[in-house]
């Protein structure tokens, strides 16, 4: 007998889930691909030399030769395997943690999304909150093993302890929120303002402009609640409703 499944809808995404499947991507990788082209290498070398060792006519240093340059490749391609996934473990824990901070925001009526997938992107969280949208990236970084380490922003730049990061944060976060105003316009044919977030979750945050002059918000995620609720409401209740309502669709509709 044909069956179906009871579940009508797909269910909507959790913290860090774009950066699982790259994690166990590259972890595929390394374990098929690089372990076994070693594996074989290192086979074929060792059954050379059992040859060799039996007084067999084969010479094994040929063999061996081509073993030692994949095994090196291989070994090569594997640590960096390894020290990505590291990183990317490490933002997908920040996903989360920043995640399950939010999710204590539903008490006060606030709706939450999260991994919300555009095209090559993602945005890590998007909140519905009586001030208006959200859309939030989280940036985890590594600290210092000794020391102070503070994040400074000053409205146009980002800087950790004194360095600007490799990919501007504030071009990313403009962007996202850019994108998410326009899906939530193509949906509900209204414009809704979108504020971009950027989080660095375990890092003091100084603020060198005020909230009400900056574009971009830099914030630690225990400093979010306050500067949502001193927002002034833009955004009527019933239109939030109606934003965050076409969004879940939109997330639904996602391919996994």
Request: glycine letters at 6%; charged letters at 25%.
């Amino acid at each position: 007998m044909k069956k179906r499944s009871p579940i009508k809808e797909k269910p909507l995404r959790y913290p860090g889930e774009s950066l699982d499947r790259e994690i166990l991507r590259l972890q595929d990788e390394m374990l098929y691909k690089y372990g076994l082209y070693a594996a074989f290498f290192f086979a074929l070398a060792i059954l050379e030399w059992l040859r060799y060792a039996t007084n067999a006519q084969p010479n094994p240093w040929v063999y061996s030769f081509a073993a030692l340059v994949v095994i090196s490749f291989t070994t090569y391609k594997i640590m960096q395997i390894r020290q990505r996934v590291k990183q990317l473990e490490l933002g997908r824990d920040g996903e989360r943690a920043v995640g399950e901070f939010l999710e204590e925001l539903r008490a006060k009526g606030y709706v939450i999304f999260h991994d919300i997938v555009g095209e090559g992107f993602n945005i890590d969280h998007v909140v519905f909150a009586p001030s208006g949208v959200y859309a939030i990236e989280t940036k985890t970084r590594s600290k210092p093993a000794k020391g102070t380490a503070n994040i400074i922003y000053d409205g146009k730049k980002v800087l950790i302890d004194g360095f600007e990061l490799e990919r501007d944060p504030l071009i990313q976060s403009k962007s996202q929120a850019k994108w998410l105003r326009g899906i939530l316009h193509e949906s509900t044919g209204k414009m809704f303002p979108v504020q971009p977030v950027i989080l660095f979750p375990g890092w003091y945050v100084e603020n060198k402009i005020p909230q009400s002059t900056a574009s971009v918000w830099v914030l630690n995620p225990k400093a979010l609640p306050s500067f949502i609720e001193g927002s002034a409401s833009k955004v009527s209740e019933s239109d939030l409703h109606m934003a965050s309502f076409h969004l879940s669709r939109y997330i639904r509709s996602q391919p996994f």
